[in-house]
């Protein structure tokens, strides 16, 4: 079964297992069987799986945002949610931040900020670009993919049943 990381603007990453026979086969009997338990199951189990991407992000924004001002610490430890999604074809797990800043363009290298916080003076400023969707969050979403996969089969042998 294939896997794909893709990272979607700097707010989200990705990571979909598609293609496989068993995904369709398992998504087609929960909903034959109309089983809403199993499927809060395989939800509950990719959802804590995906708990180390989460720990990943923030490790990465306090080491490639800029420190002075706060900004690191702030992206930090700001809200970052996972979103599970199950579909005939796919599961999929999305990790996404949550911030007042633009997550995106910082993630592209862009940062606009006031200077020295006088709001009627904006400058941008070049930063270390992929913070959010670099290598160790690639990584980190292909050793995703087993716990996936485990889970899935999981909740396959249940329907089974």
Do not use: C
Not at 90 to 113: P, Q, W, Y
């Amino acid at each position: 079964m294939p896997s794909n990381v893709n990272a979607s603007g700097g707010d989200g990453l990705e990571l979909v297992v598609t293609g496989g026979e068993r995904v369709a086969e398992v998504a087609a009997r929960l909903k034959a069987a109309g089983n809403g338990g199993l499927r809060r199951q395989l939800a509950r189990e990719m959802r804590v799986g995906a708990r180390p991407l989460v720990a990943v992000a923030r490790a990465e924004a306090r080491d490639s945002l800029p420190r002075r001002g706060g900004l690191a610490e702030t992206v930090a430890g700001g809200r970052f949610a996972i979103s599970v999604r199950t579909t005939a074809a796919a599961a999929a797990v999305s990790v996404v931040g949550k911030s007042r800043f633009d997550l995106r363009a910082m993630n592209r290298g862009r940062l606009r900020h006031p200077v020295y916080g006088d709001r009627s003076r904006w400058v941008s400023q070049s930063i270390t670009p992929h913070w959010f969707d670099g290598p160790p969050m690639q990584e980190a979403a292909q050793r995703l993919r087993p716990v996936l996969l485990k889970a899935i089969d999981d909740v396959a042998r249940e329907v089974e049943r």
